[in-house]
């Protein structure tokens, strides 16, 4: 088993991934806010500011009415112009055809209503008997004179409430206060100085006839200016407010409604681009669990749009490993079970002989037979120990240029140590070229080569170099029988031999054309087998001519 985990990239698919929700929630959030608010605006938020401008001005716009309904028609410019001082705003009279409202509020205006423009936070009355038009002109806008918004906002209405309460006896103030309250949305109320709940420096100030406010919590959240207004008249004083409650009842579930929607809309773009991502590691989870449970077939299938399917590649990548190493320790166990039952049987057999002969020179004869024996199960051993390292991990490698042709002719006076039968020709092309290879490694592969093929040529072998575009092959040909095309492929499998007796006598123990194979994948290579022009077989390992990592 060659197969190596490839290192994958997961901090860069997390910041990938994090880039990627950051960008969607910012794209969702603008989209929302260009899209989402402006219908908020219309549908919902501008309903409840007409209410609050209504709200705010209504009892005000109400007692001014009345104060120019009880006049003719010519002196009402004069009668407003006495109290329009009073007002931090601009309180005017306009011809009814001048007003642009839509048609709506032009129908509750002529139906005598007070009727709020939120857009520019103004107030209208049609008086009666007339196409006269009471403005409250741009309530927001603070005037030049004035120190606070909330002096602006109320200084005009307790104007008013002065002007009821003046040259009327004292005992009938609180009921014309709760008489005129009536016209307002708010508390209007009468309460005597000396109970007020204020500060030293704020009963100063009420007590020079400013006007005194309170700011709150409340009135902070509504956008008030004050939630409590007061200002003396004679030993009592006026208190108007608290404002900021109906307010609230009424923004509060319009802004939740906008927040939950905004978020709605900010979620499920981002919950569309998680769902590949939950979908894949409920297939990481469920495979992993089958694989835990002794399938180690089980995969998980990437998903496409998923930020996690480099976790999938990983655990695939190591499940196929661990499979792979349960399946080669298998075919191990047992290859190896069959290799050494034949020289443990045989050094059985020879003990056995050996026991019951009474002549030396058979005795002697049976215990070389029994060292031979030995020597194989070392061999093999050996091959066997090897092998497993070479399964388990790659060695450190030491990659090095030579020229083919010099390396080759070095190779050779190897081969023909180790074996002194078939005739080894080496043919190289006319001009030799270098090479990237680890030397004592490619060494190994090329001698496994040729003494697999010294074990059935019949008389001649031949090693050949070419150079094919930018790979090197080298080809190990022999005139022996050669080798079935069904068994091309498995003969690279350990312990498969081209004698399937597995006699030992052919010599070799089925690991050697493995580790060729082993080598090859380590030099980014590969290795086959095919018919040689000698009749036998042909043996082909080719690796690029350059280190590749």
């Not at 007590?207 to 009135?219: F, L, P, Q, Y």
């Not at 003990?351 to 199960?377: C, F, K, P, Y």
């Amino acid at each position: 088993m060659n197969q190596e985990i490839k290192q994958l990239q997961g901090g860069r698919s997390l910041l990938k991934a994090i880039l990627q929700a950051i960008a969607i929630l910012a794209i969702t959030a603008g989209l929302s806010q260009a899209l989402l608010f402006p219908l908020f605006q219309g549908a919902l938020l501008e309903s409840v500011q007409r209410w609050e401008v209504e709200y705010l001005n209504g009892g005000t716009v109400e007692l001014l009415a009345a104060e120019l309904n009880s006049v003719s028609v010519d002196r009402r410019p004069d009668q407003l112009a006495r109290w329009a001082p009073g007002f931090g705003f601009a309180v005017t009279l306009q011809d009814l055809k001048d007003i642009d409202l839509d048609v709506e509020s032009m129908a509750r205006l002529r139906n005598s209503d007070v009727v709020g423009d939120p857009s520019t936070y103004s107030a209208y009355r049609l008086l009666d008997d007339s196409r006269q038009v009471l403005v409250f002109d741009k309530t927001k806008e603070t005037a030049a004179h004035l120190v606070t918004e909330a002096q602006r906002g109320n200084m005009g209405t307790l104007l008013l409430l002065e002007n009821l309460l003046r040259n009327q006896p004292q005992e009938t103030w609180t009921a014309i206060i709760e008489a005129a309250s009536g016209n307002f949305g708010y508390p209007v109320d009468l309460a005597t100085a000396a109970d007020l709940d204020l500060t030293k420096a704020q009963l100063a100030e009420l007590e020079a006839g400013r006007i005194v406010t309170i700011a709150t919590e409340d009135s902070i959240t509504a956008d008030y200016p004050a939630e409590l207004v007061y200002k003396k008249f004679a030993d009592n004083a006026l208190v108007l407010g608290p404002f900021s409650p109906p307010t609230l009842r009424r923004f509060y579930p319009v802004i939740s409604a906008y927040y939950i929607i905004l978020g709605l809309v900010v979620l499920i773009p981002l919950v569309l681009w998680l769902a590949p991502t939950w979908r894949s590691m409920n297939q990481l989870s469920n495979a992993t669990a089958a694989f835990g449970q002794g399938n180690f077939a089980a995969r998980a299938a990437p998903i496409r749009g998923s930020k996690s399917n480099h976790l999938i590649d990983i655990f695939n990548q190591m499940a196929g490993k661990i499979q792979s190493l349960v399946q080669s320790n298998k075919a191990l166990i047992n290859a190896v079970s069959h290799e050494l039952r034949t020289p443990i049987s045989r050094i059985e057999f020879n003990i056995e002989l050996a026991r019951q002969s009474t002549d030396i020179e058979e005795r002697n004869r049976q215990l070389g037979r029994i060292e031979h024996s030995v020597d194989q199960l070392k061999t093999m051993v050996a091959e066997m120990l090897q092998y497993a390292r070479f399964d388990r991990e790659k060695p450190s490698f030491t990659m090095e240029s030579v020229q083919i042709g010099e390396w080759l002719q070095s190779e050779r006076e190897n081969w023909r140590n180790n074996d002194a039968g078939p005739d080894i020709q080496v043919i190289l092309p006319d001009g030799t070229f270098p090479v990237a290879l680890e030397r004592y490694y490619m060494s190994r592969a090329i001698s496994n080569l040729v003494l697999n093929a010294a074990r059935f040529a019949k008389s001649s072998i031949k090693v050949s170099a070419v150079k094919i575009d930018d790979y090197c092959e080298i080809s190990v040909s022999d005139d022996g029988p050669g080798v079935d095309y069904q068994e091309r492929t498995r003969i690279f499998e350990p312990f498969v031999r081209r004698d399937e007796s597995r006699n030992r006598d052919s010599g070799g123990t089925g690991l050697g054309l493995a580790i060729v194979r082993q080598i090859a994948s380590w030099h980014t290579g590969e290795v086959w087998v095919e018919d040689s022009d000698m009749a036998g077989a042909k043996f082909v390992l080719r690796w690029p001519l350059t280190e590749r990592s």
